[in-house]
């Protein structure tokens, strides 16, 4: 008899979800990867520009990339994909650079890049270089003033024959191909406009956009005609001048020689040397070396001065003023200069007030009234063999204080030094030496013209004769 047993029937073996693996990544990455392919043949589009404005499309792409595979997958029954850890991964990377890439759109790239000193070209980044030259002149009107106004260049005023301006033009421009920089010199190229007696010569090399225009610049201009000059970089030359001069630069190093006129000098970086010049000198600015020679007028440097300065033969006031400098001297027919961390001096004119911290100075042939202080470093100062001897007033808090004077000169001393010795080679000066290390010292010397006071806080003080 047949059995009626039935086995009972078999459960199929349950098999993972199937799902497709997403194209969002891929997709994106073919997409990045191809605006860098067109790059790299030569198709030049500012990516790092529009990286930063449209990268949020490569997320609502992704996105959208994501939504059609998860109704597809519910349609045709099968699971959609998730997002694994590389897709995490280029996700952050995409936002971190494009916050980066938007934000640094913002920045003046130019000016830091004139801020670093990093050159025009940076290898070739911004394409080849080209060169070209150009020429303009035109009449000039009688008793004009000439502005010239230049974002990039070197510029170099001389004296024109007869009554015309001239400009000789050297440009120098990175593109991609000929075509292009062809263009961008027309789009850049300098300009002359006149209106009444002023005339306004523009280099107009901020024209081209994003792209680096270098003008270098002859400029032939009547000898009377005062110079006003703004610019942000490129070196300044001027020569042989019969009217004011008035310079607003970024970063430049100034020469000015055989000047009839005002000098006014605003320097952001950079250097200045200014010679044989009638009429007053005015420096201000960041400049790291400042020279001055011959100037019949006044000199005034103001500001921060990071190398020296160097003052000769200036035969009215100078006064300079910086964050660790006060100075006002009556007259430097000799020389004189400051750097860091000193002082020195020649032929120094009184009524003279040094206010300084933390420099030595030495000055020699010094005639008139002297106020002197020093926070720190030792103070030399021999006073001129003329008499009469002028009144001074040296301080220092941390330093050696000697002062040299003329065997016949009379004055009366009062010196005093906190903790330290002192010495005089003359006879009729009283020191007393009390308990703790002070020091002091008092007398009158021959007629007792002149008033000598002498401080150290820390310092030996010596008064010599020279």
């Known amino acids: 008899m047949a059995s009626t047993y039935t086995p009972p029937p078999v459960t199929p073996t349950p098999q993972p979800p199937y799902y497709r693996r997403s194209l969002a990544g891929p997709i994106v990455l073919i997409v990045i990867g191809g605006l860098f392919l067109l790059h790299n043949f030569g198709i030049r589009l500012p990516i790092w520009h529009y990286f930063g404005r449209w990268w949020p ?4 792409l992704w996105g959208v990339i994501k939504l059609i595979e998860h109704f597809d997958a519910n349609r045709r029954g099968y699971r959609a994909a998730g997002i694994g850890a590389g897709s995490v991964l280029l996700l952050i990377l995409v936002i ?7 934000y640094s759109n913002d920045v003046n790239w130019g000016g830091v890049r004139d801020q670093i000193q990093i050159d025009d070209d940076l290898g070739g980044m911004f394409g080849n270089a080209f060169s070209f030259d150009d020429s303009l002149q035109q009449s000039f009107p009688a008793d004009g003033s000439l502005r010239i106004v230049s974002d990039r260049g070197a510029i170099n005023v001389q004296p024109s024959d007869g009554d015309t301006i001239k400009v000789v033009v050297r440009k120098r421009l990175y593109a991609t191909n000929q075509k292009d920089a062809d263009k961008y010199n027309e789009q850049t190229r300098p300009q002359i406009t006149v209106s009444g007696n002023s005339v306004l010569l523009n280099a107009n090399t901020n024209n081209s956009g994003d792209h680096a225009v270098t003008t270098d610049m002859d400029v032939y201009v009547p000898r009377k005609a005062a110079l006003d000059i703004a610019g942000r970089r490129g070196d300044l030359n001027i020569t042989d001048r019969k009217g004011d001069v008035k310079i607003s630069w970024q970063r430049s190093d100034v020469v000015l020689n055989d000047i009839q006129g005002a000098v006014k000098i605003n320097l952001e970086k950079g250097s200045v040397r200014v010679s044989k010049v009638v009429g007053d000198v005015d420096i201000d600015g960041r400049i790291d070396e400042a020279n001055v020679d011959e ?25 300079f003023k910086s964050a660790r400098s006060d100075i006002m001297i009556a007259g430097v027919p000799g020389d004189l200069e400051v750097n ?3 002082l020195r001096g020649t032929d120094v004119v009184g009524p003279s007030r040094m206010v300084m911290r933390s420099k030595e100075v030495h000055l020699d042939d010094v005639s008139g009234d002297l106020e002197l202080e020093s926070t720190n470093g030792d103070i030399e100062v021999h006073a001129a063999s003329k008499l009469p001897l002028g009144k001074m007033n040296i301080s220092g808090r941390k330093g050696d204080i000697t002062v040299v004077l003329p065997p016949n000169a009379g004055f009366q001393v009062d010196a005093t030094t906190r903790k330290g010795d002192i010495a005089t ?22 007629n007792g013209s002149a008033k000598l006071v002498i401080n150290a806080d820390v310092g030996d003080i010596r008064i010599s004769k020279s």
């Open 295 to 319: 100037v019949n007028g006044s000199v005034r440097l103001n500001g921060d001065y990071f190398d020296s300065i160097h003052l000769s033969k200036v035969t009215n006031t100078v006064t």
């Open 96 to 102: 971190i650079f494009g916050l980066g890439a938007h």
């Open 57 to 60: 499309l490569l997320l609502i």
């Open 340 to 342: 860091g961390d000193s």
């Open 425 to 446: 080679d003359f006879g009729s000066v009283k020191i007393d030496q009390s308990g703790g290390g002070r020091s002091q010292a008092t007398g009158t010397v021959g």
